[in-house]
């Protein structure tokens, strides 16, 4: 390697520090949260693309080669999202801004990146992990910004609920099912990796009742509007007998 593990992950970390500053920066008029969900949506897509091209086409399969020695583009994806994770839970502690929930899901994540790249192996499976964890993060993210610019409760807010409660339900819960699978039948992968696959995939379900029932609430709530207006319209017109 042209640079220790650890030097790169710190110049992960200030890069994503230094676009922070910048989103800050050209956007003063708007919250420092704003900043900060741009920067997330920024890895969001990063990370998406990059580990889908490493899983995909680069490879090794994760779900037939856990366990094995890193690449040189896996250990790229994972410095950059090592960064990314160490500043954002760095932000969210500092802020307040989230739950116990998402602080030891950031924790688990850069553990695992770290044991991943202190170990020189697995990080075909690491990288599964991320990029079934990232990939519906721009979703979220469009869904705040939605939120705030007062666009929510559109088409386009509708679509953004669907497509995210989709992609999670398809990848996180029935692609990280498969992939848990893979990993627990493996000899391969170190126990601890093993664990750290676990309690991610924990988390996932953890998150999946939450998304259930807010999928429950707006679709009773667009049930009950629809029900409202077919009547509405049922009655125009008409006068209420006595």
Same mark, same amino acid.
């Given at each position: 390697?042209?640079?220790?593990?650890?030097?790169?992950?710190? $110049?992960?970390?200030?890069? +994503?520090? $230094?676009?922070?500053? +910048?989103?800050?920066?050209?956007? @003063?008029? @708007? /919250?420092?949260?704003?900043?900060?969900?741009?920067?997330?949506?920024?890895?969001?897509?990063?990370?998406?693309?990059?580990?889908?091209?490493?899983?995909?086409?680069?490879?090794?399969?994760?779900?037939?080669?856990?366990?094995?020695?890193?690449?040189?583009?896996?250990?790229?994806? *994972?410095?950059?999202?090592?960064?990314?994770?160490?500043?954002?839970?760095?932000? $969210?502690?500092?802020?307040?801004?989230?739950?116990?929930?998402?602080?030891?899901?950031?924790?688990?994540?850069?553990?695992?990146?770290?044991?991943?790249?202190?170990?020189?192996? /697995?990080?075909?499976?690491?990288?599964?992990?991320?990029?079934?964890?990232?990939?519906?993060?721009?979703?979220?993210?469009?869904?705040?910004?939605?939120?705030? *610019?007062?666009?929510?409760?559109?088409?386009?807010?509708?679509?953004?609920?669907? *497509?995210?409660?989709?992609?999670?339900?398809?990848?996180?819960?029935?692609?990280?099912?498969?992939?848990?699978? $893979?990993?627990?039948? /493996?000899?391969?992968?170190?126990?601890?990796?093993?664990?750290?696959?676990?309690?991610?995939?924990?988390?996932?379900?953890?998150?999946?009742?939450?998304?259930?029932?807010?999928?429950?609430?707006?679709?009773?709530?667009?049930?009950?509007?629809?029900?409202?207006?077919?009547?509405?319209?049922?009655?125009?017109?008409?006068?209420?007998?006595?």
């Amino acid at each position: 390697m042209l640079f220790p593990l650890p030097l790169r992950a710190a $110049c992960s970390l200030l890069a +994503w520090f $230094c676009l922070y500053k +910048w989103f800050c920066h050209r956007h @003063r008029h @708007r /919250s420092l949260e704003w900043s900060c969900r741009l920067v997330t949506l920024t890895h969001g897509v990063l990370a998406t693309c990059l580990s889908a091209y490493i899983g995909f086409i680069d490879g090794p399969w994760p779900l037939s080669h856990p366990g094995t020695p890193n690449t040189t583009l896996q250990v790229h994806g *994972l410095c950059l999202s090592l960064g990314y994770f160490i500043f954002d839970l760095c932000w $969210c502690v500092y802020f307040q801004t989230e739950g116990a929930l998402m602080l030891a899901h950031h924790l688990v994540s850069i553990v695992g990146i770290a044991a991943s790249l202190a170990l020189g192996e /697995s990080a075909a499976d690491v990288n599964a992990v991320i990029f079934g964890s990232e990939i519906t993060n721009p979703l979220l993210q469009a869904r705040w910004f939605l939120k705030e *610019l007062g666009l929510y409760h559109t088409f386009t807010g509708d679509l953004v609920d669907f *497509l995210f409660v989709v992609l999670f339900t398809g990848v996180r819960i029935g692609m990280g099912a498969w992939l848990m699978y $893979c990993e627990l039948a /493996s000899p391969r992968p170190r126990w601890y990796i093993k664990l750290g696959g676990v309690v991610m995939y924990v988390v996932s379900w953890v998150f999946m009742v939450s998304i259930c029932r807010f999928a429950r609430r707006k679709s009773m709530r667009k049930y009950q509007a629809w029900r409202s207006r077919r009547l509405g319209l049922k009655s125009n017109g008409h006068l209420k007998s006595h």
